[in-house]
């Protein structure tokens, strides 16, 4: 069974700060990573994609990817109250099947 | 540049009725998948399509839910004899052909409510 863990949260942070979001994935062949924010009431949309080892930037997020430790995060900089959404971290072993975690709540205090 | 529709988005059924959702993949794409997800829960995959195939449907309870995605025209989840339980959000995504980027990208979802 494979398993992509997220803590629920909520997680809050003052606007203006580093929002760090965690994701952990048990398939050790899980090849490409995702995260995805999801509005209440709303459809999941595409933050940021990472395939390999390391940072990738885009704007103010940043995701890091360590196969090693089976560890994805996304990193929001800056944070703004209109970033207050679900967070979700996809993982998938043949390009196809996505497995998701069940999302980490933001919450970006004014 | 329409991205993946779905309809209807609100669905509302009696139970033992069929509820039937369509989804439009983005223009250029040829995979189709299909989510649950329950309130405050993460998307749970259910089947994945690609023109006039299934490959791969483990997600899909064994009885009530098919989908087929045609020739021509939308794909199609259809659950039978709906129950309570079945009320949810049902999220379509679309990717393009394999060898591309991987990435699926998500329709509105259509909201199920089985009275």
């Known amino acids: 069974q494979k398993e992509v863990e997220q803590n629920s949260g909520p997680l809050s942070v003052p606007e203006g700060a580093i929002a760090s979001l965690n994701c952990t994935y048990s398939d050790r062949g899980s090849q490409s990573f995702f995260w995805y924010r999801q509005y209440s009431g709303k459809s999941p949309e595409l933050i940021m994609s990472i395939y390999s080892n390391g940072d990738k930037e885009d704007g103010r997020f940043t995701a890091q990817l360590n196969k090693a430790s089976q560890y994805v995060s996304l990193l929001i900089r800056d944070s703004q109250p209109s970033d207050s959404a679900t967070y979700l971290c996809?993982?998938?072993?043949?390009?196809?099947?996505?497995?998701f975690g069940s999302g980490t709540k933001l919450n970006v205090k004014p | 540049n329409a991205g993946v529709m779905q309809n209807p988005r609100h669905l509302v059924r009696r139970r033992g009725q069929e509820a039937r959702l369509r989804c439009s993949p983005m223009k250029g794409h040829s995979h189709v998948y299909w989510y649950r997800q329950l309130p405050e829960e993460g998307l749970k995959f259910m089947v994945y399509l690609q023109k006039e195939n299934i490959i791969d449907e483990s997600g899909m309870p064994k009885e009530r839910f098919s989908a087929e995605f045609p020739k021509e025209g939308p794909s199609i989840l259809r659950i039978q004899q709906v129950v309570r339980g079945d009320s949810a959000a049902y999220f379509c995504a679309s990717s393009p052909p394999t060898g591309g980027d991987n990435e699926q990208f998500f329709g509105p979802g259509t909201r199920l409510t089985v009275l």
């Open positions: 996809a993982v998938t072993c043949n390009f196809n099947k996505f497995y």
